[in-house]
Structure formats: structure tokens, C-alpha cells
């Protein structure tokens, strides 16, 4: 066997590494605008050379394009930069210093200012409401403990997820005393918490409700499961009761909670702030950009002067110019940003001009190859502009992607979107007659009245992407 040895070698190879600056362009571009707005602000922390200008100026270095700096961050004329921020500083007062309402906008402002926009109320989450009964309770400190233990396993949905036999192991109780303590919180509110699954969740709010021994509690104790799958008749000839009392039943145990820590969910809500506002001037939609969340940036004065001023050491000025390099990249990555969006939302606006004015009927068929070709842009470039956007509409707000569906051919050789097709049939069956629900051949009729021409199995196929039932699973009797 030969002998292992350490020895040195030298190779060439190819290998595509994305530079920092390219990295962070993409960021921004990708970056919702209350997520570009965060990034924002941890580069004002971080760079000292970058500063917030007033909301109503200009922002100067976007417009000096000439001066921005080449892929390689190296050419910025630095004397030329100089003297355009030093012109329109002068006409601009400093953003803290500047009068709003007969008084000077104070430091104390700026706070209260970013406090309101960073921060976001969190209500009481589902343990902290079920801990706070547990204490109203009578209970003494050491099962108030084991109380808590087991307040500790129930998830956001209000269901305990760890096994009776589980708790006893790991806290040494009594599997007989956990079990009454498991009864206790099931008299909490909301009603249902603590429960083991579906079934003991509905039968504890039907006992709360006085409905312990009804025909509810006799479908939820036995026939849950057949319920769920409405096998109506099968029930009602197993229970010796008409169909129409199972369904007036289920509609009743329909209005049940399945999920009772819903309420309390620890999630916050999600809050849209759109990208883009479309809107009808003069007859004309107008594309604007809604940036005023985007604090306007500019390079710092102070740092300027100091590297104007001779005294200043070699190595703070290369810091310095470092620093400014930075701060010049980040303001044109941001000016890019805004203006891939800009042309991406204005050819959505041109292509979807009718759906802007009578809506999702009149939705056409767009990809992002389109669009791409047509501003001049990569698709992956598009893709990445638009995820997580949104655009306010004359139709309401919408994902950005939503405008880019694929195109259904029919059968005369026309193309339709396929949100338009989903929609109309998913408005077809919210219209349909209970008793009588549509049956895809149904819907497929209709479709071709109404000059869309599919295929049987299309229809099929979208109905169950609504997460639509068959059509014997949606009838009603009664």
C-alpha cells in the first residue's frame, strides 16, 4: 500500500462569484418597500457618510448620473460630486433644523416619527390569556404549576399536542390528577382550548353549549368523519333521522370553532404597503411610484468638508472616500430599484388597460418573457422586481405577480387567462342552487354559452385548484 502524503497543487477553473455590490443590488431589488426601508436604515447606522435629506428634496445624486460610480467602484470624480452636493445644499436647510408648524423639527421628532413607523402592537397571545384564568383559579401553587405545564403544550391552535402518558413521564404526576387539571382548562375560555383533536374540541363546545346528548354531539361523537365527506343519507339512515335534520344539523355544527386559539394568534397581521399607484387622470392610467416611506438620502456635509480639508490625515481620507463610494452605489441601487419597477408596472398597466376598467372578466394573458423583452430587462431581472410587490389599482391592490397568468387557447382559437376562467368558475358555483349543484359537464356548458371553450378536464382541473368539491359533496337538502 503506498504511503499518504500532503503535497501542494496549483489549478485554474472558471467560477462566477457575485461581488458584493452586485449582491446588494439585488437585495434592494428584491426587497418589498417596508423591508427596503429597514435596509435603509441599518445603512444610515452603518455608514456615517450617508445621511437623511428632507422628504420634499431631490435626490441630488441620483441626479448627477454622471457622477455615480462605474461596476467597479472606482470612478466616481469625487471634486465633480463636491460641487453638486455643495450647490444644492445651499438651497436646501438642514433636515433638523428645518421649520415644521412655526417650530424646528427636533431630534425628538425624528424618534417619535420612526417609533410610529416601526412599531406594531401584539396582542395577548393564547398562553398568556389561558395562564391569567389559570390563576383566577382555586387551584393550589403546585398544580398551578402542572397547570402551566400543560398550558405549555397546547399549540396556536388551542389543541394539546403532548400525550397524557407524556406529561406524566415529565413531570411525575398522577396520569389520573393530570387528567382532571385537563378538565379544568377545557372550562377555560376560548371554548375548545386543550383539546386532543377535532372531535373533543366540537364535543366540549357543544357541551358548553347545553348540547351534550343531541343529534350534534351523536354526529360529531360518530360520524365525523362521514360528516366530512357530507355523506348525508348514509347518516340519516344510520341514525333513523330525515336527511334534512342531518343537514340542518351540520350547518349548525358548521358554525363551530375547529380551530380555537385562532383568536389569539400569535401573528401579527400582515400589513401591505403597495409599490405602485395606478390612477385615471385625464382619461389616461397613470403609473406612480409610492416611495414616500423611502427616506431621501444624501452624503453627509460634515464629510465632505473634511475630505476638502488639507489637514485630514491619508488614512481617514481613504476611509472617507471609501464610505462615500458606498453611499453613491447604495442611492443608485435604489434610483435602479425604483425605475425596473416603474417600466415593469407601467407594461402591466398597458396590457391590462381593460382590466383596469371593467376587471378580472377582462384579464389578458401576460408572461414575463413579455414584459422583459419589452423594457429591455432579463426575466429573472422581472421576477425578482416583482416578488413580494404590490400595486394599487382603480380594481383594488394586488400581488404584481397576479397580472402575470398564462394563456388559455379554446376551442375558436381565442386566449383567455386563466384567473379569468377560475373566476368565472368559481362564481358559478358560489351562485349555484344548493340542492342542485353544477356538475363539471354543467359547468363546461355554461363556460361555452359564455364564450370560453375548454376542455371537460380543464374545468376539472381548476375546480379543484379552488379547493372546490365534487358536485355530490356540495349538495344541500332541505
Known amino acids: 500500500m503506498a504511503a ?143 397547570g402551566e405545564m400543560i398550558i405549555g403544550n397546547i399549540n396556536d391552535d388551542g389543541y394539546l399536542t403532548s400525550s397524557i402518558d407524556d406529561l406524566a413521564v415529565s413531570s411525575g404526576a398522577d396520569i389520573q390528577h393530570l387528567q382532571d387539571l385537563i378538565h379544568v382548562i377545557h372550562d377555560f375560555d376560548p371554548p375548545g382550548v386543550g383539546a386532543r383533536d377535532l372531535r373533543e374540541c366540537l364535543m366540549i363546545q357543544l357541551e358548553r353549549l347545553g348540547k351534550h346528548d343531541t343529534l350534534a354531539s351523536r354526529l360529531v361523537e360518530s360520524h365525523l368523519d362521514r360528516l366530512a365527506q357530507r355523506k348525508m343519507q348514509e347518516i340519516a339512515k344510520f341514525l333513523k333521522v330525515s336527511v334534512e335534520e342531518v343537514e340542518s344539523t351540520a350547518t349548525f355544527i358548521a358554525t363551530l370553532e375547529p380551530k380555537p386559539g385562532r383568536a389569539y394568534s400569535h401573528e401579527l ?37 473634511l475630505m476638502h480639508d488639507d489637514s485630514t490625515g491619508k488614512e481617514v481620507r481613504d476611509y472617507i472616500e471609501e464610505r462615500i463610494r458606498s453611499s453613491a452605489f447604495l442611492i ?29 372578466k377582462h384579464l389578458k394573458p401576460l408572461t414575463m418573457a413579455d414584459v422583459a423583452n419589452v423594457v429591455g430587462l432579463h426575466e429573472t431581472t422581472v421576477s425578482r422586481a416583482v416578488a413580494g410587490k404590490h400595486i394599487q389599482t382603480p380594481q383594488g391592490v394586488f400581488d404584481m405577480k ?75 337538502y332541505g
Do not use: C
Not at 417600466?343 to 402591466?348: F, L, R, V, W
Open 4 to 146: 499518504q502524503t500532503l503535497q501542494l497543487s496549483q489549478e485554474q477553473r472558471l467560477q462566477m462569484v457575485l461581488a458584493p455590490q452586485l449582491r446588494q443590488s439585488l437585495e434592494m431589488l428584491q426587497a418589498p418597500v417596508q423591508e427596503l426601508r429597514a435596509l435603509i436604515r441599518a445603512e444610515l447606522d452603518q455608514n456615517p457618510t450617508l445621511e437623511e435629506s428632507p422628504a420634499d428634496t431631490p435626490n441630488i445624486e441620483i441626479e448627477a448620473t454622471e457622477t455615480a460610480p462605474s461596476e467597479d467602484g472606482k470612478s466616481l470624480d469625487f471634486r465633480k460630486e463636491f460641487e453638486i452636493l455643495s450647490r444644492l445644499d445651499d438651497e436646501w436647510r438642514d433636515y433638523f433644523f428645518q421649520e415644521k408648524e412655526g417650530r424646528p423639527y427636533t431630534a425628538d421628532d425624528a424618534q417619535k416619527r420612526d417609533y410610529m413607523l416601526d412599531s406594531i402592537t401584539q396582542g395577548e397571545s393564547l398562553q398568556e390569556h389561558l395562564i391569567h384564568q389559570l390563576a383566577l383559579t382555586e387551584l393550589n401553587e403546585a398544580d398551578r404549576a402542572l
Open 402 to 476: 397576479y397580472f402575470f397568468t398564462p394563456g388559455l387557447r379554446t376551442h375558436d382559437g381565442s386566449v383567455v387567462s386563466n384567473k379569468t376562467v377560475k373566476d368565472a368558475i368559481e362564481n358559478l358555483v358560489a351562485n349555484e342552487d344548493p340542492a342542485h349543484p353544477l356538475s363539471d359537464q354543467e359547468l363546461l356548458e355554461i363556460l361555452t354559452r359564455q364564450g370560453i371553450h375548454i376542455a371537460r378536464r380543464t374545468v376539472a382541473k381548476y375546480r379543484i385548484a379552488l379547493k372546490i368539491a365534487p358536485s355530490h359533496m356540495r349538495r344541500k
Open 332 to 360: 443608485k441601487s435604489i434610483y435602479q430599484r425604483q425605475q425596473t419597477i416603474y417600466k415593469i408596472a407601467s407594461e402591466i398597466v398597458r396590457v391590462q388597460t381593460d382590466f383596469l376598467d371593467h376587471g378580472i
Open 269 to 305: 397581521s400582515a400589513y401591505i404597503t403597495p409599490e405602485v399607484l395606478v390612477k385615471r387622470v385625464d382619461g389616461h392610467y397613470v403609473v406612480i411610484m409610492n416611495d414616500d416611506d423611502l427616506p431621501r438620502l444624501r452624503i453627509s456635509k460634515q464629510y465632505r468638508s
